[in-house]
């Protein structure tokens, strides 16, 4: 285990790079951090290529594979400096990233969630997390929508991201995919063709698009879908969250 006491050390200045788009890009990897997201991409086998505490017994308890050789001790003031928290655990690890922008699957089925401009980055983890909930297949990130490995995004999935497959795509090339292999393609809107999204039949095999906070879904993708559902609300609030709104819908799907 090597020992960094110093915020100017290149290792920690490579670290701190991480915590922007350009900078994991370069060096394609990306840094985790928490007791529970480190010990999940343990657990899921995940390409950890260093391990980083603050405590060298934090590394017996992670159960760390000892194929990880690079493994480093740092003072509470360096973790201050890499770590996106204002009071971080002291426990990071370094993963590779991956290629999100890889081909459709040759067979397509069972239910996937799509992310169009979704920008806030707890809804993000949120919905990921309840698609690793219902045990979807798959979450596609569509065009707008913040970066995978955006640190702000990776905490909220909560480790989910190592439990359900990630995507990253343009969603129209989706919806035909799906429309090819007969998978239902639901989208939310408030309009004279929407139904309630009760009348529709619980499935295992749907696809269901979810739009940004705002702006809701863009009008080139409702365009494309089978059948845009909206939720019955019996008080005054004029719209729902669109994590709660794709979580209720997920669910009234799997059930």
Do not use: C
Not at 26 to 34: A, D, L, R
Not at 50 to 77: G, H, K, R, S
Not at 96 to 124: A, R, V
Not at 149 to 158: A, D, E, I, L, T
Request: glycine share 8%.
């Amino acid at each position: 285990m090597q020992s960094i006491t110093s915020n100017q050390n290149n290792r920690v200045k490579e670290w701190r790079k991480m915590q922007s788009k350009k900078g994991r890009l370069s060096s394609g990897q990306y840094i985790i951090e928490g007791w529970h997201i480190v010990d999940e991409a343990i657990k899921h086998d995940q390409q950890i290529d260093a391990v980083i505490v603050t405590d060298a017994n934090f590394l017996d308890q992670l159960e760390v594979d000892p194929a990880v050789t690079d493994t480093y001790l740092i003072t509470p003031e360096v973790a201050k400096h890499i770590s996106a928290t204002e009071t971080p655990q002291g426990v990071f690890a370094v993963l590779t990233t991956e290629n999100y922008h890889e081909s459709i699957p040759e067979k397509l089925g069972g239910s996937w969630l799509m992310l169009d401009n979704i920008q806030d980055p707890g809804n993000i983890g949120t919905m990921v997390r309840t698609a690793d909930a219902a045990g979807m297949n798959g979450v596609i990130f569509g065009k707008g929508t913040a970066d995978i490995y955006n640190p702000k995004v990776v905490r909220s999935m909560q480790g989910s991201q190592f439990h359900v497959r990630l995507y990253s795509g343009d969603l129209a090339v989706w919806m035909a995919a799906f429309n090819k292999h007969n998978v239902p393609v639901y989208g939310t809107e408030l309009n004279d063709q929407a139904i309630s999204y009760d009348d529709v039949e619980p499935t295992k095999q749907f696809a269901l698009v979810m739009g940004n906070e705002g702006n809701g879904v863009s009008a080139d993708l409702l365009d494309k879908t089978d059948q845009n559902l909206y939720i019955p609300m019996n008080g005054e609030a004029e719209s729902l969250n669109v994590a709660v709104a794709t979580g209720i819908l997920i669910f009234h799907f799997v059930k």
